[in-house]
C-alpha cells in the first residue's frame, strides 16, 4: 500500500495542506507543537476511522471551523482508491471514490496501518484497557466481522450492566433478563475471544522471530492471552469455550449483583508478555518492555502482509530516536523497500546516514509543510 497524496482541509492546525509523496520513507521533522503528530494522526484517521490519541473527535476540527476533511489517494495492488473522511458534528462520513460508505466497519481496513507512538512503549506495563484497544484495532482492521462482533458483545455488556446496577425492584423479571443477556453475552463473547485467540497465535509467531533477531538471539518471547473467564483457552473450540463461559459467570452470579458489573468476559480480558519463560510486566527491564513494544508492532507488519497480501502503511511518532542504533537497524531493516513509512522527528541527527539519503524530507512549522530536498 503506498499514499501518493495527502490533502488536509481544517484539521487540527492545519487550514489546508496538500503533500505528494514519491518516497517510501518520509520524514517530517521541525520543533514541538508545530503539527507533526497532526499529520500522522490524519493518515490513521483517513485508514482507521479514529484516532489514535482521543476519542473525542470534535477536537480534530480546527477551533472555530464547523467540519474537516481528510483525503487520501492510495495505490494498493489490485488498482488506485481515493479515500475520503469528513468529520462534523453531524458524526463522521466515509467516502471510497466519491461513494459514501454505509458501514464503517467495511471502509476501516482499506487502508492498514501500523502506528509506533510514544505511548506504545507503555504496552507492556500501561493499563489492560491499553492492550485490549490494541489487539481489537489490529484484529478490527483485518476484519470486519470482529469488530461487527466486538461492537455487539460491547452493547450487550452496556445493557447487562444497566440491568445488574439496578436489581432490587421487579427481581422476578430482571433475573429472566439476566438470563437472555447472559446468553448474548456468551454468543458474543466467545466469537471476540476466538478471534483474539486466532490473532495471537499468528501475531506470537513472528513477534518471537523479530525479538529474537533485535536481542541477537538470547530472547524468548511469548504472547498469552489472560482471560477472566478460564486460564487456558487456547485451542479450545468454540463450544467449549462457551460451557466455561457459562460456569464462569455462574459462578460470580452473586458478586455481580451485589457489584453491578459484569465482571468476566474479554471486556476484561488481558495480554501477558513472557520472555525466557518470566513475565515482563513484573520483571522485565524497561530495556525489555521497549523492545517487546517494538517486537510486536514489527509483527504486526508481518501479519497484516500474511493476512492481507500487501503490507501496511507505518507511521513511527517520535519514537525513532527512543531506539538505540541496532533496534534502529533491526527496524529499518525489516521496512526498507516494503513498507512506506512516515516518521516525525525534532532532529535529524539521531537517524542514520544511510535511510536519511533515500528519504524525502518536510520541515513542519505551526500548520505549514515545506519538502526539504
Ligand atoms: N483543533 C485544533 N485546531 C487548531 N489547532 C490545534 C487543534 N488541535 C491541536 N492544535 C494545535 O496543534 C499543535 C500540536 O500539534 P502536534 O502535531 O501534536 O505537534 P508536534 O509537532 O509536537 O507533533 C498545537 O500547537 C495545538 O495548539
Ligand atoms: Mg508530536
Given at each position: ?153 460491547q452493547k450487550v455488556v452496556q445493557q447487562r450492566n444497566n440491568l445488574l446496577k439496578d436489581f432490587r425492584m421487579d427481581k422476578k423479571n430482571k433475573l429472566e433478563m439476566l438470563e437472555i443477556y447472559n446468553l448474548q453475552l456468551i454468543?458474543?463473547g ?56 457459562e460456569?464462569k459467570l455462574l459462578k460470580v452470579k452473586e458478586q455481580e449483583l451485589e457489584r453491578g458489573v459484569s465482571l468476566v468476559g474479554?471486556h476484561r ?105
Amino acid at each position: 500500500m503506498f499514499i501518493h497524496h495527502l490533502q488536509l482541509v481544517h484539521y487540527r492546525n492545519y487550514e489546508q495542506l496538500e503533500l505528494a509523496f514519491d518516497n517510501k520513507i518520509n520524514i517530517f521533522q521541525g520543533f514541538n507543537a508545530q503539527g507533526k503528530t497532526n499529520v500522522l494522526e490524519a493518515i490513521y484517521m483517513v485508514a482507521l476511522a479514529k484516532s489514535h490519541r482521543t476519542s473525542k473527535e470534535k477536537e480534530l476540527v480546527q477551533w472555530g471551523q464547523s467540519f474537516s476533511v481528510i483525503k487520501a489517494d492510495i495505490e494498493k495492488k489490485h488498482g488506485n482508491l481515493k479515500l475520503e473522511m469528513q468529520l462534523s458534528n453531524k458524526g463522521k462520513k466515509a467516502k471510497v471514490n466519491q461513494l459514501e460508505q454505509r458501514k464503517l466497519s467495511d471502509y476501516i481496513g482499506t487502508l492498514n496501518i501500523v502506528m509506533f507512538a510514544p505511548e506504545d512503549l507503555n504496552l507492556v506495563k500501561g493499563n489492560p484497557q491499553h492492550r485490549r484497544r490494541f489487539i481489537d484495532i489490529e484484529i478490527g482492521q483485518i476484519s470486519p466481522s470482529y469488530l461487527y462482533q466486538l461492537t455487539q458483545y460491547q452493547k450487550v455488556v452496556q445493557q447487562r450492566n444497566n440491568l445488574l446496577k439496578d436489581f432490587r425492584m421487579d427481581k422476578k423479571n430482571k433475573l429472566e433478563m439476566l438470563e437472555i443477556y447472559n446468553l448474548q453475552l456468551i454468543q458474543y463473547g466467545t466469537k471476540v475471544i476466538k478471534k483474539r485467540l486466532g490473532f495471537l497465535e499468528k501475531l506470537n509467531h513472528w513477534a518471537k522471530e523479530i525479538h529474537f533477531g533485535i536481542t541477537s538471539q538470547k530472547e524468548e518471547l511469548e504472547i498469552r492471552y489472560q482471560s477472566s473467564i478460564s486460564k487456558e483457552l487456547m485451542g479450545l473450540e468454540d463450544t467449549e469455550i462457551s460451557e466455561l463461559y457459562e460456569q464462569k459467570l455462574l459462578k460470580v452470579k452473586e458478586q455481580e449483583l451485589e457489584r453491578g458489573v459484569s465482571l468476566v468476559g474479554p471486556h476484561r480480558d488481558d495480554l501477558d508478555f513472557y520472555i525466557n519463560r518470566i513475565s515482563v510486566q513484573s520483571f522485565g527491564s524497561q530495556g525489555q518492555q521497549r523492545n517487546t513494544a517494538l517486537s510486536l508492532k514489527l509483527a504486526e507488519i508481518e501479519l497484516i502482509y500474511e493476512e492481507v497480501g500487501e503490507y501496511p502503511i507505518l507511521l513511527l511518532d517520535d519514537v525513532l530516536s527512543e531506539l538505540d542504533f541496532q533496534r534502529q537497524t533491526q527496524l529499518i531493516h525489516t521496512i526498507r523497500d516494503k513498507v512506506q513509512t512516515f516518521i516525525t522527528t525534532t532532529s535529524t541527527e539521531s537517524i542514520d546516514e544511510e535511510t536519511l539519503m533515500q528519504s524525502s524530507l518536510f520541515y513542519v512549522e505551526a500548520g505549514l509543510i515545506r519538502r526539504l530536498n
